[in-house]
């Protein structure tokens, strides 16, 4: 599996971009799997957003800082997206 895996996008799609709770990374699906790292421990930020996850579940001992650390990135990374397209 490829673990330099960049996704990109706007504001608008961050909320769908998926994260897999056993590589901590953000990630796309591929056949119900996280492509970085196979495991099906997938969801979308949506779901975080909207509390459709049982994160204690999904996060296990890994705690919950990952989770904001690739949401504040991803809004980070689509912000300036955005401003330099609108320049």
Do not use: P, Y
């Not at 056993?22 to 509390?51: I, P, S, Y």
């Amino acid at each position: 599996m490829n673990g330099n895996l960049k996704i990109e996008c706007g504001l608008e799609q961050v909320s769908d971009v998926m994260l897999c709770a056993d590589c901590r990374k953000a990630t796309t699906l591929f056949r119900e799997r996280c492509m970085g790292c196979g495991r099906a421990n997938v969801f979308t930020v949506r779901d975080v957003l909207d509390g459709k996850v049982d994160l204690a579940e999904v996060t296990r001992m890994a705690g919950l800082n990952w989770i904001s650390s690739v949401i504040d990135q991803l809004f980070a990374d689509a912000s300036s997206e955005e401003s330099r397209i609108a320049a």
